[in-house]
T-cell receptor
Framework: GQNIDQPTEMTATEGAIVQINCTYQ??????LFWYQQHAGEAPTFLSY????GLEEKGRFSSFLSRSKGYSYLLLKELQMKDSASYLC?????????????FGTGTLLAVQP | DVKVTQSSRYLVKRTGEKVFLECVQD?????MFWYRQDPGLGLRLIYF???????EKGDIPEGYSVSREKKERFSLILESASTNQTSMYLC?????????????FGDGTRLSIL
């Protein structure tokens, strides 16, 4: 079956670093996406990994290991505005459909 | 920037009503999607469309139908609304020719069925 696991909640301190993990078991793999979603708002795209390794984008980085079915999102120099849900999503095949399978999201609370 | 517009942010309807949720995108994307998002369950795919008049069922299509008469517009229809369809509904679109491009989401419609 298709399964994506991520922690339900995490708490971190302003200015610190936090790592949000995601493990997946899918019938195929054609890329992994991380989205940020503030309460009551639409998900917004953060990062994309299709090959193994680290992708860095400012304060945010994302890592992928396809052999382990594992990814993480790393947030550095945390700010209060980073309090949000972080969604991990796998595209399980290529072609015309581009369907994504989403995890249930990790709710991150950044404290002063 | 891609703009995905959903017709209503908040909607209240009654049990048994026929409900239409509209979604319009302005980037000529071929693929469009409807999800619902519920606490603890994440985003679940209801239906998607990969071309005009083409549609496929997602993971939870029961109680819903869709319409795609024009490329830019994808409508979700609740044939006879029930209280268990109270949820946040999100529309998304993507250009399938761009491999690393993400799905772009609308702001969502929070639907309450009374």
């Amino acid at each position: 079956g298709q399964n994506i696991d991520q922690p339900t909640e995490m708490t971190a301190t302003e200015g610190a670093i936090v790592q949000i993990n995601c493990t997946y078991q899918t019938s195929g793999f054609n890329g992994l996406f991380w989205y940020q979603q503030h309460a009551g708002e639409a998900p917004t795209f953060l990062s994309y990994n299709v090959l193994d390794g680290l992708e860095e984008k400012g304060r945010f980085s994302s890592f992928l290991s396809r052999s382990k079915g594992y990814s993480y999102l790393l947030l550095k120099e945390l700010q209060m505005k980073d309090s949000a849900s972080y969604l991990c999503a796998v595209r399980d095949n290529g072609g015309a459909t581009n369907k994504l399978i989403f995890g249930t999201g990790t709710l991150l609370a950044v404290q002063p | 920037d891609v703009k995905v517009t959903q017709s209503s942010r908040y909607l209240v309807k009654r049990t048994g009503e026929k409900v239409f949720l509209e979604c319009v995108q302005d980037m000529d994307h071929e693929n469009m999607f409807w999800y619902r998002q519920d606490p603890g369950l994440g985003l679940r795919l209801i239906y998607f469309s990969y071309d005009v008049k083409m549609k496929e069922k997602g993971d939870i299509p029961e109680g819903y139908s869709v319409s795609r008469e024009k490329k830019e517009r994808f409508s979700l229809i609740l044939e006879s609304a029930s209280t268990n369809q109270t949820s946040m509904y999100l529309c998304a679109s993507i250009d399938p020719s761009q491999g690393g491009q993400p799905q772009h989401f609308g702001d969502g419609t929070r639907l309450s069925i009374l």
